[in-house]
Nanobody, 124 residues
């Protein structure tokens, strides 16, 4: 059974930083591309960033480019999202997701497995 468990969320002031982690189990982690999505209250779940199986290809939504960095450690079966220069509009529940294969997609329906999410709140 596949489990994705996010951690690292919390309350931070605008301009601050947080590092999210997602620990995976029950899958051959190095065969999966990983992604982060987020969902703010009353809004659709949106793509944030993705990384391929080897970590040498990444994709970001425009609003986080230059501020967020996705990375992974296959030995630890974990993916990370370093978030800097946080803004109040980054406030959302952040979800980790996994899809088989190396092509990076921003559409949520391409992803096979999801975590339960971690809350990130950025105060102004």
């Amino acid at each position: 059974q596949v489990h994705l468990v996010e951690s690292g969320g919390g309350l931070v002031q605008a301009g601050g930083s947080l590092r999210l982690s997602c620990a995976a189990s029950g899958l051959t982690f190095s065969s999966y591309s990983m992604a982060w999505f987020r969902q703010a209250p009353g809004k659709e779940r949106e793509f944030v960033a993705a990384i391929n199986w080897s970590g040498d290809n990444t994709k970001y939504t425009d609003s986080v480019k230059g501020r967020f960095t996705i990375s992974r450690d296959n030995a630890k079966k974990s993916v990370y999202l370093q978030m800097n220069s946080l803004k109040p509009e980054d406030t959302a529940v952040y979800y980790c997701a996994a899809k088989s294969g190396g092509v990076l997609y921003s559409g949520r329906y391409y992803y096979d497995y999801w975590g339960q999410g971690t809350q990130v709140t950025v105060s102004s």
